[in-house]
């Protein structure tokens, strides 16, 4: 089941729409569950809901899933370019997008200590990082890979889903080696042949993503690079990925 509420994100004075995934028989026991938070709520689970009229079908997908957990689906914001600030955690200056105002730390500093408290007190949550992972594409793959950096006591899952990481490879790369990340730490990347150019983009992506890669095996932690087969940049690409990241992440 799918239910949504709104909520205040306090560093913006914006009110957003939530969109939680429930399993079914949520309300029938006591069953505490491990959660997922992901990024472009409005886009997992309803074609209705959808920015471009087709989502993820994230609700079919978890109801005939083997492991019962809750999605956490946080909507992005819809004006202007709004979107790539809330994704973005550094200020960029970039030369497709423009100058780019990063709101990303904040957006995640909000969700550690105020949004994920919240729901762990409203849902019957495994609140722990072991049960705590973390989802999006595109921008959404960037603040996945970020979050799970940057944030890594709180999450020790990523999917990182044709994540636009090259905008700020050098700024990523720099906030891993600073980081503590744990050996446990599992995170899944992602893209599609046909998001890239030629032999060049598509060596150039791998090689970006790769060293995310590298880094985290040297940390004993768990990577894996699905290059997906004629794959492209949209949600019904991304919806044939599910049993993929979730098996990786989860089992």
């Not at 762990?120 to 989802?135: L, Q, S, W």
């Amino acid at each position: 089941m799918i239910e949504k509420f709104e909520v205040l994100i306090t560093p913006f004075s914006l009110k957003r729409m939530i969109h939680v995934y429930l399993p079914d028989d949520y309300y029938n026991h006591q069953e505490s569950y491990p959660v997922m938070y992901m990024f472009d709520g409005h886009n997992l689970f309803n074609d209705q809901d959808a920015t471009y009229g087709k989502s993820w079908g994230l609700k079919d997908f978890m109801d005939s899933y083997d492991k019962k957990m809750i999605i956490v689906g946080i909507e992005c914001n819809h004006e202007g370019n709004q979107r790539l600030s809330e994704y973005c955690p550094y200020d960029l200056e970039n030369s497709f997008f423009g100058p780019v105002r990063g709101q990303g730390k904040q957006l995640m500093d909000w969700v550690v200590n105020e949004f994920k408290p919240m729901i762990d007190n409203k849902y019957r949550t495994i609140p722990f990082r072991e049960c705590t992972g973390v989802a999006g594409s595109s921008m959404g793959g960037l603040m996945a890979l970020y979050t799970v950096i940057k944030y890594n006591q709180y999450f020790s899952k990523a999917a990182c889903i044709s994540p636009a990481i090259s905008i700020c490879q050098e700024q990523l790369q720099s906030e891993f080696r600073q980081a503590d990340i744990s050996s446990d730490t599992r995170v899944y990347f992602s893209f599609g042949t046909r998001e890239v150019r030629g032999k060049s983009g598509f060596n150039w992506m791998l090689k970006n993503i790769s060293w995310f890669n590298d880094e985290i095996v040297k940390l004993h932690g768990y990577s894996y690079i699905n290059v997906v087969k004629n794959g492209r940049h949209n949600e019904a690409s991304w919806e044939k990925e599910n049993p993929v990241y979730f098996d990786f992440l989860w089992k």
